[in-house]
């Protein structure tokens, strides 16, 4: 069954602690990405990567780094230095359709709360 | 940067009517992708236009990709409980990088039995 997978569904951090969301996806797409999605502000990029080993910031990457070591995986980490983290946070995976239109699959997302 | 403007921002229907909600941008899109987003779960793809003047259907929703680039509206028909949700427009526009999408913020679709 091809798909976006997240985990875990909830997560929960302390003052101080950083915590990485990991992004799984089987779907073969060469680009990952990570969104933040706050109520009423939609969806917010956070870091991409178009191929293994390379990554971008997006436009709120303070605070997130990612790594990309793997096709199928695109983990971030919340770190420290993040002050407002909690968030619902949404990745996603993309497909150069035949059309050579652009196509982003979202995973289930994670919901990131501070203690 | 680009800008999208998606209305109206909530709507508060009874089920059996039809919605019509719309995006318009600063910029010229080369693709327009509409999304539907559950509660606690991810944006789903509803449709996707690639062509300007498109007109694509998808069971009971409909969307069209406007002849300017600049627009796209999505259109439900006869709404059941189950279309609740918030749905989004994005594209990647046509310059700068082609690898980042740009969202609207959202339509709120309530449905009343």
């Known amino acids: 069954d091809g798909g976006i997978t997240q985990s875990p569904k909830y997560l929960f951090r302390k003052e101080g602690q950083n915590v990485t969301l990991s992004c799984e996806q089987n779907?073969?797409?060469?680009?990952m990405y990570w969104y933040r999605q706050d109520p009423g502000q939609g969806l917010r990029l956070i870091y991409y990567s178009q191929i293994v080993n390379d990554f971008q910031k997006g436009d709120i990457a303070e605070g997130y780094s990612v790594s990309r070591e793997k096709k199928e995986s695109f983990p971030l980490t919340v770190t420290s230095a993040q002050k407002n983290p909690t968030a619902f946070y949404l990745c996603?995976?993309?497909?150069?359709?035949?059309?050579?239109?652009?196509?982003?699959?979202f995973g289930p997302g994670t919901r990131l709360l501070v203690l | 940067g680009q800008q999208l403007n998606q209305s109206p921002q909530s709507m508060f229907i009874q089920e059996g009517e039809d919605v019509s909600m719309n995006c318009t941008s600063s910029?010229?899109?080369?693709?327009w992708l509409w999304y539907k987003q559950e509660p606690g779960e991810g944006p789903v793809l509803l449709i996707a236009?690639?062509?300007?003047?498109e007109l694509t259907s998808n069971g009971r929703l409909t969307a069209q990709f406007g002849i300017t680039r600049k627009d796209s509206f999505l259109n439900i028909s006869a709404s059941i409980p189950s279309d609740v949700g918030i749905y989004f427009c994005a594209g990647p526009g046509s310059g700068g990088s082609n690898y980042k999408l740009t969202f609207g913020k959202g339509t709120l679709l309530t449905v009343n039995p």
């Open positions: 236009l690639y062509k300007a003047g």
């Open positions: 910029s010229i899109f080369n693709t």
């Open positions: 779907l073969n797409h060469d680009a």
């Open positions: 996603a995976s993309r497909d150069l359709g035949l059309q050579g239109g652009e196509t982003q699959y």
